[in-house]
């Protein structure tokens, strides 16, 4: 069972950006498709965006893009997603899964991690 641990959320004025990292201890993550969700109470989860186990695929919502890029990097087991612009709408709790990632979408998310707030507020 892979467990993933998100980091790097916080608080930021709008325009602001934040880095989020979610990694695995004990788990090599190079063979997984991860993706990252958000989630605010009372709303549907949605799915942000995703990169593929060896990066040739990525996916952003129309929400995410031209503002948030996703990459990885398997020497450190991490995957990142930086966020820029960020927006008062962009605040929620953001959890990185693995996933089926495809050009056009996110599918099957399987272990979670715990998540991480982003507030984005003056």
């Known amino acids: 069972q892979v467990q993933l641990v998100e980091s790097g959320g916080g608080l930021v004025q709008p325009g602001g950006s934040l880095r989020l990292s979610c990694t695995a201890s004990?788990?090599?993550?190079?063979?997984?498709?991860i993706g990252w969700f958000r989630q605010a109470p009372g709303k549907e989860r949605e799915g942000v965006s995703c990169?593929?186990?060896?990066?040739?695929?990525?996916y952003y919502a129309d929400s995410a893009k031209g503002r948030f890029t996703i990459s990885r990097d398997d020497a450190k087991n991490t995957i990142y997603l930086q966020m820029n612009g960020l927006k008062p709408e962009d605040t929620d709790v953001y959890y990185c899964?693995?996933?089926?990632?495809?050009?056009?979408?996110?599918?099957?998310?399987?272990?979670w991690g715990q998540g991480t707030q982003v507030t984005v507020s003056s």
């Open positions: 004990g788990t090599p993550l190079d063979a997984y498709a």
């Open positions: 899964a693995t996933v089926l990632c495809y050009t056009w979408g996110i599918r099957a998310p399987g272990a």
């Open positions: 990169i593929s186990s060896t990066a040739d695929r990525t």
